[in-house]
């Protein structure tokens, strides 16, 4: 459709394979992830992409998306439902809960030209919950490990469009953040004045 946004264009397909079960087989899930996550990667390369990318203040836009991840108390709210384990509800939601909690603050530390250290931290924790939600809502969901309940509603709508397309758009702001970080000239440090002695 001319003039279609991508994000909803994705989120139209996903919702399509989601409602069709083909999440339910394993190849496709991870293909679905790492495929949209490659995608974006590689359109960060596009010199449009790359230019904005490279503005300054580019490093607090990228980490204030994130905070609507507090979104993530909606894994809980599925766990007190008895619809998803406990061992993978329990470390998404709540890790995605401090990470929404955590971005706005490290987007004004970096807006005031402060927090450098903060925001690679926060990037680094960000992708380690996002890397620890996959890969429990896999072992639990396509039953590697047998708990009861399982992760299957992660494959089905509405929740399989976290994984499928939330999840690889997070990650990749995350990359492209500690880039953009690694990138930026670090302040120089101040270095005390000697006093004259008399």
């Known amino acids: 459709m001319p003039g279609s946004d991508p994000a909803k264009m994705r989120a139209v397909r996903e919702g399509v394979v989601a409602g069709h079960g083909w999440y339910r087989a394993l190849p496709w899930f991870p293909v679905a992830v790492a495929g949209f996550l ?22 607090s836009r990228l980490a204030g998306p994130h905070s609507f991840r507090v979104a993530g108390v909606v894994f809980l709210f599925y766990l007190a439902l008895g619809h ?7 470390p998404a939601g709540l ?32 992708m380690t919950d996002l890397a620890v939600a996959l890969t429990l809502g896999a072992l639990t969901g396509f039953h590697l490990l047998n708990v009861t309940p399982s992760s299957a509603p992660i494959t089905e709508l509405p929740l399989a469009l976290i994984p499928t397309a939330t999840v690889p758009l997070l990650f990749a702001l995350h990359i492209t953040s500690t880039v953009t970080l690694a990138k930026a000239p670090r302040p120089a440090l101040r270095m005390p004045a000697l006093q004259a002695t008399p």
Not at 38 to 59: D, F, I
Not at 84 to 90: D, I, M, N, S, V
Request: hydrophobic share 60%; glycine share 12%.
């Open 84 to 90: 998803l384990p406990a061992l993978f509800a329990l």
């Open 38 to 59: 490659g995608t974006l990667l590689a359109l960060s390369r596009v010199p449009v992409v790359a230019r904005a990318l490279a503005a300054p203040g580019m490093a």
């Open 95 to 126: 890790g995605d809960i401090a990470t929404g909690i955590a971005a706005p603050l490290v987007a004004l530390r970096l807006a005031q030209g402060t927090g450098r250290r903060a925001a690679l931290w926060f990037n680094a924790f960000g």
